[in-house]
């Protein structure tokens, strides 16, 4: 259990099952009444960003229901108060107080109501984090991952202090605080990484074939990605990887998640999501351009990840508006 008590005019003290974190804040002036959902298209979130940056975070006490929706930044959140029901994938989730829980881009999701507090981190990870690594991070822990203290005991303190880390640079409106939050984010980032590749790891022969495979399938996922848009085959990716189709097929859904055609699949509409949004593209030449053999496959697999046609996907999209401060 977490407590969080006032023990000076800046600090607050964590208490996590017996640990004790201590994490400086400057002590601000929250606008806790300010709507999560500001702008909601079908299940589609456009998320308004704090002006001249690709950040949203709140401090939410809200007790409202948030319908299913996705949106294209990371989610991070972290009740402080009380129990936060979650459902995302067919699943729904208690988080605990203190409980960090970190939903992938373009994940369907639905919030619950329920009194108390929280801290939401909503961070655009393209442009900011163009890095190829970030996306093999998130491969490992596709589609959500919930990090507790049972789970995770040697990254969990380190990712809650980050957490709270985040919210306080908010806060501080500090010179460079943009680039500080991506920062502890991306730090986040690895802590999670490393620690899943690790379980991948024990889970792949022995220890010095490991770092081996790791290595070998976080390149076949970049693979993956620079190719996803071609007639690219299961056979042709375990050539790739060294390994019969039936042996990859295997170490592939360890390693990632999930089976290797719906990956292909996830990041075939990731593509056509900013094909899409751009007018000037027909919905067929972005099926096309994306890999899709037909207008029927590329639509119903569409609506299975997004819950709406690559048409009505197109209409609610417009440009990020930057003029709304959830602060």
Same mark, same amino acid.
């Given at each position: 259990?977490?407590?969080?008590?006032?023990?000076?005019?800046?600090?607050?003290?964590?208490?996590?099952?017996?640990?004790?974190?201590?994490?400086?804040?400057?002590?601000?002036?929250?606008?806790?009444?300010?709507?999560?959902?500001?702008?909601?298209?079908?299940?589609?979130?456009?998320?308004?960003?704090?002006?001249?940056? &690709? %950040? *949203?975070?709140? @401090?939410?006490?809200?007790?409202?229901? =948030? /319908?299913?929706?996705?949106?294209? $930044?990371?989610?991070?959140?972290?009740?402080?108060?009380?129990?936060?029901?979650?459902?995302?994938?067919?699943?729904?989730?208690?988080?605990?107080?203190?409980?960090?829980?970190?939903?992938?881009?373009?994940?369907?999701?639905?919030?619950?109501?329920?009194?108390?507090?929280?801290?939401?981190?909503?961070?655009?990870?393209?442009?900011?984090? &163009? %890095? *190829?690594?970030? @996306?093999?991070?998130?491969?490992?822990? =596709? /589609?959500?991952?919930?990090?507790? $203290?049972?789970?995770?005991?040697?990254?969990?303190?380190?990712?809650?202090?980050?957490?709270?880390?985040?919210?306080?640079?908010?806060?501080?409106?500090?010179?460079?605080?943009?680039?500080?939050?991506?920062?502890?984010?991306?730090?986040?980032?690895?802590?999670?990484?490393?620690?899943?590749?690790?379980?991948?790891?024990?889970?792949?022969?022995?220890?010095?074939?490991?770092?081996?495979?790791?290595?070998?399938?976080?390149?076949?996922?970049?693979?993956?990605?620079?190719?996803?848009?071609?007639?690219?085959?299961?056979?042709?990716?375990?050539?790739?990887?060294?390994?019969?189709?039936?042996?990859?097929?295997?170490?592939?859904?360890?390693?990632?998640?999930?089976?290797?055609?719906?990956?292909?699949?996830?990041?075939?509409?990731?593509?056509?999501?900013?094909?899409?949004?751009?007018?000037?593209?027909?919905?067929?030449?972005?099926?096309?351009?994306?890999?899709?053999?037909?207008?029927?496959?590329?639509?119903?697999?569409?609506?299975?990840?997004?819950?709406?046609?690559?048409?009505?996907?197109?209409?609610?999209?417009?440009?990020?508006?930057?003029?709304?401060?959830?602060?």
């Amino acid at each position: 259990m977490i407590t969080v008590s006032k023990v000076s005019h800046h600090t607050y003290l964590h208490v996590i099952d017996s640990r004790t974190i201590i994490s400086e804040f400057f002590w601000w002036d929250v606008r806790r009444d300010a709507a999560m959902i500001e702008t909601l298209n079908g299940t589609h979130e456009t998320v308004n960003y704090r002006e001249n940056t &690709n %950040l *949203r975070i709140y @401090d939410n006490t809200q007790f409202e229901d =948030y /319908p299913t929706h996705w949106h294209s $930044p990371i989610e991070i959140i972290m009740p402080v108060q009380n129990n936060y029901r979650i459902e995302y994938c067919d699943q729904t989730l208690s988080l605990r107080e203190g409980d960090v829980m970190i939903l992938c881009p373009g994940v369907l999701h639905h919030l619950f109501p329920a009194e108390g507090r929280r801290y939401i981190i909503q961070a655009e990870i393209n442009p900011a984090l &163009n %890095l *190829r690594e970030v @996306d093999s991070i998130l491969t490992l822990f =596709y /589609p959500a991952l919930l990090v507790t $203290p049972e789970q995770f005991p040697d990254i969990y303190p380190k990712i809650a202090d980050l957490v709270t880390g985040i919210m306080k640079e908010y806060s501080s409106g500090a010179p460079f605080f943009e680039a500080s939050i991506y920062a502890m984010l991306t730090r986040i980032l690895v802590l999670i990484g490393r620690t899943q590749a690790e379980m991948v790891n024990r889970l792949i022969y022995d220890d010095t074939r490991q770092r081996q495979y790791v290595e070998k399938f976080m390149a076949v996922c970049r693979f993956i990605d620079e190719h996803c848009t071609e007639d690219l085959t299961l056979d042709e990716a375990a050539a790739y990887a060294g390994f019969s189709k039936y042996h990859f097929t295997r170490l592939f859904r360890q390693f990632a998640g999930t089976t290797f055609s719906h990956y292909m699949n996830q990041k075939r509409i990731a593509k056509a999501e900013k094909y899409l949004a751009d007018p000037t593209q027909s919905v067929a030449a972005v099926a096309m351009s994306c890999g899709f053999s037909s207008m029927s496959s590329f639509i119903r697999m569409f609506k299975i990840l997004k819950g709406c046609t690559p048409s009505e996907f197109r209409k609610m999209y417009r440009p990020t508006s930057r003029n709304l401060e959830p602060w």
